[in-house]
């Protein structure tokens, strides 16, 4: 079974935190990249963050290095995606997506992932 169920998603005020989840399977977690993208209304999606699940290493978005942390759980297949200094350019809907694990270098290549969750609602207000 394919699974990957994002949660977390909410408004908050500029400068507040948040952390998202991403709930896999056995199939979507295990030796994956799992990665956050985001895309905002009337713009494209864009990758914010991954990380290999066998090997731990992370990749980020130069907006969001320093702001945003992404970590694995693997006893309950989850990463999530903790977020800081939020701004109101952080508005988006996120969504988790899951690709094969070919290196130790986990990518933001929309490409690379071939399972993708439903999203997650994050408005940042001023």
């Known amino acids: 079974q394919e699974q990957l169920v994002e949660s977390g998603g909410r408004s908050v005020q500029a400068g507040g935190s948040l952390t998202l989840s991403c709930v896999g399977s056995?199939?979507?977690?295990?030796?994956?990249?799992i990665a956050w993208f985001r895309q905002a209304p009337g713009k494209e999606r864009e990758g914010v963050a991954s990380i290999s699940t066998s090997y731990g290493s992370t990749f980020y978005a130069d907006s969001v290095k320093g702001r945003f942390t992404i970590s694995r759980e693997t006893a309950k297949e989850t990463v999530y995606l903790q977020m800081k200094s939020l701004v109101p350019e952080d508005t988006a809907m996120y969504y988790c997506a899951s690709g094969s694990e070919y290196d130790e270098r986990p990518t933001l290549r929309q490409s690379d992932y071939n399972y993708w969750g439903q999203g997650t609602q994050v408005t940042v207000s001023s």
């Open positions: 056995r199939n979507t977690y295990r030796r994956r990249f």
